[in-house]
C-alpha cells in the first residue's frame, strides 16, 4: 500500500470533529478520487497524507512514514515523494514558470544541466514549453495550473495529490487538466483527487471515496453514491 | 529586514564600540602610566659625595630597581625652568638653588606595581642620606581600578546590546517572514529542509550585521578622529579588538534570525 488511513479522528480545538474514524488504503499506480461536499474533509485527509496535519488519534501510514513516528527533519524528505496540486496554484508570483518548476528541484538540491533539462521536460510534457519564461500573473488559470502540476511532478513522485485542481477553471480547462492528471497516472504515479466535480470524476471512471462531515460514507464505485 | 532594524543594531553596536574605544585608550594609558612608575629619593642637604655613592649603590643593589639615576641641584632648577616655560623668569627671583640632590629609581618593568612601589619606598626612605621619598603609585592604582570597571561595564554593555539586538533582529525577521509565509509555505511543501528555507535569512541577517559593524566602525573613526586632533595620543581599537567587534555584531545578527527562523518554521509542525 502507498497510503494507509486507520482509524483516523482529527478534532480541532473547540470544533466538531473534521475526521471521524477514517480508514482507507491507496495501492501503488491507483487514480482515486475524494468526493464531497465542501467541509467535508476532503482537504483535511490530504494535509494528513503529506503531514501538514497529524490525526488526533489513529494513523496515516505513507510509504516507509508513519504520522506516529515520524521525525521533523525526515518531513522534507516526505513531501519529495509527493506532488501537491491546489485550487489556487500556489505559484510564486515573482518567479517565471521555469523558475517555479525549478524551484522544487533545487530545494532538493538539484541543480546545473540536469535540473533545467528535468524543468525544461517537463514543462513540455504540460504543454507549456512557449511559455516557460512568463509570469504566473501573465498566464491563464488553465497554465498556471500546469505550472503547479508541472512543479508537483518534478521531482517524479510517487504520489500526486490534487485538491479541488479545476476549482477555478472554465469546463472545458477542467476537463484538460483531469486528463493530464491521468496521463500522469498512466505513467505510473499513484494519484489522489480531492474534487466536488463529480462530472469528470465519472467521466473518467475511476474508485470514489466519498465524504460527509468527516466520514467516509462510501469507497470503491465509480458512482457517487447517494445516502 | 528593514532600514530601522540595521540603524537600531548601528546603534547599539555603536554604544559597545564607545565603551571598547575607552577602554582601549586607558587600558594604552596605564600601560604608559606603568613605565613611568619610578620612586624618587631626595638628599639630604650637604650630603657627602662618598655618602651619595654608596647611597646609589644601596639603592641599586634592590633586586627590583632597574635603573638610578643621579639629578643635581642644578638639573633640577633646569627642570623646573622647562616646565615654568614662559614664566621661567619667575624663577629668577630666587636667590640661590632651594632644590635638593636626588635619585630617580625606576623598576624592573615586571615589578611597577603599587604595592611593590610602597615597599620600595619605605626601604629608600630608611637609608642614610635620605631625606624624603615620592612616587605616583597611588593615582596608578585608581587607573587600574578604573580600567578593571571599565572592563566589567564593556561586558555589561556587551550582554545588553546582545540582548537588544537579538530582539530587535529577531521581531523584524519575524515580519519579513510573515509578509512571505506563502513562499515559505511552498517551500516546504515542495519538500525543502529547514535549512533550505533558513539559509537565504540567515545571509540577510549577517548582510545586515556587517552594515550595522561597518557604519557603527565607521562613525567611532570620524569621533576618533575628531579626539585625536586634540589629543594627538589617543589611539583607534586595536585590529584584534575590531575583528571580536565585528565577529560580536554579525553573530548576534545571525542569531536574532535563527531565533525567529526556528520558532516561525517549526511551528504548528504537529498539532
Not at chain 1, 478520487?33 to 497524507?49: E, W, Y
Not at chain 2, 589617543?234 to 571580536?244: D, N, R
Request: hydrophobic fraction near 50%; proline fraction near 3%.
Amino acid at each position: 500500500m502507498v497510503v494507509t488511513f486507520r482509524e483516523v479522528d482529527k478534532i480541532y480545538e473547540g470544533r466538531k470533529a473534521a475526521l471521524r474514524d477514517v480508514s482507507f488504503s491507496i495501492d501503488k499506480g491507483e487514480f482515486v478520487f475524494l468526493v464531497g461536499p465542501s467541509g467535508a474533509g476532503k482537504t483535511t485527509i490530504l494535509r494528513h497524507i503529506y503531514m501538514e496535519e497529524f490525526p488526533t488519534a489513529g494513523e496515516v501510514e505513507v510509504g516507509r512514514y508513519r504520522s506516529v513516528s515520524i521525525k521533523g527533519n525526515e518531513l522534507p524528505y516526505l513531501r519529495r515523494s509527493i506532488g501537491v496540486v491546489f485550487q489556487d496554484f500556489r505559484l510564486l508570483k515573482d518567479l517565471s514558470a521555469f523558475d517555479n518548476v525549478a524551484l522544487a528541484l533545487r530545494a532538493a538540491g538539484k541543480g546545473g544541466y540536469e535540473m533545467r533539462k528535468r524543468v525544461n521536460n517537463v514543462l513540455y510534457s504540460v504543454g507549456l514549453s512557449s511559455r516557460r519564461h512568463v509570469r504566473p500573473d501573465r498566464l491563464s488559470g488553465g497554465e498556471q495550473q500546469r505550472v503547479a502540476i508541472a512543479r508537483a511532478v518534478a521531482l517524479r513522485p510517487a504520489i500526486l495529490l490534487a485538491d479541488e485542481p479545476t476549482g477555478n477553471l472554465d469546463p472545458d480547462t477542467a476537463g484538460q487538466i483531469f486528463d493530464l492528471l491521468a496521463d500522469i497516472n498512466r505513467a505510473g504515479t499513484t494519484t489522489l483527487v480531492a474534487t466536488h466535480d463529480y462530472r469528470h470524476a465519472e467521466r473518467l471512471g475511476k474508485r470514489m471515496i466519498r465524504l460527509e462531515e468527516g466520514k467516509i460514507v462510501a469507497d470503491g464505485g465509480t458512482q457517487p453514491c447517494t445516502t | 529586514m528593514s532600514v530601522a532594524c540595521v540603524i537600531i543594531m548601528t546603534f547599539s553596536l555603536l554604544i559597545l564600540g564607545i565603551f571598547l574605544f575607552a577602554t582601549a585608550n586607558l587600558r594604552e594609558l596605564l600601560r604608559y602610566a606603568h613605565e613611568k612608575v619610578e620612586v624618587v629619593a631626595f638628599l639630604k642637604d650637604g650630603i657627602e659625595q662618598a655618602a651619595s655613592d654608596s647611597l646609589e649603590s644601596a639603592i641599586q643593589s634592590v633586586p627590583v630597581v632597574e635603573t638610578v639615576r643621579y639629578v643635581s641641584p642644578d638639573e633640577a632648577l633646569r627642570r623646573l625652568k622647562t616646565e615654568f616655560g614662559s614664566k621661567g623668569y619667575l624663577l629668577d627671583a630666587i636667590e640661590g638653588n632651594p632644590l635638593p640632590a636626588s635619585f630617580e629609581v625606576t623598576l624592573k618593568s615586571r615589578f611597577r606595581f603599587k604595592d611593590v612601589v610602597e615597599n620600595l619606598s619605605a626601604q629608600i626612605s630608611q637609608m642614610p642620606g635620605v631625606e624624603d621619598v615620592s612616587y605616583g603609585a597611588g593615582w596608578i592604582a585608581r587607573l587600574e581600578r578604573l580600567v578593571r570597571a571599565l572592563a566589567f561595564a564593556d561586558f555589561g554593555v556587551g550582554l545588553v546590546v546582545a540582548i537588544a539586538a537579538v530582539v530587535t533582529v529577531s521581531y523584524t525577521v519575524r515580519l519579513t517572514l510573515f509578509a512571505r509565509r506563502e513562499v515559505i509555505k511552498v517551500l516546504k511543501l515542495v519538500g525543502a529542509t529547514d535549512f533550505f528555507i533558513m539559509a537565504p535569512f540567515l545571509l540577510e541577517g549577517a548582510i545586515h550585521g556587517v552594515v550595522a559593524v561597518v557604519l557603527a566602525l565607521g562613525v567611532i573613526f570620524i569621533g576618533y578622529k575628531v579626539v585625536a586632533l586634540r589629543v594627538p595620543q589617543v589611539a583607534f581599537m586595536s585590529p584584534g579588538m575590531i575583528a571580536v567587534f565585528a565577529v560580536f555584531g554579525i553573530a548576534v545578527a545571525v542569531l536574532g534570525s535563527a531565533v525567529s527562523l526556528r520558532a516561525f518554521i517549526t511551528e504548528k509542525e504537529r498539532s
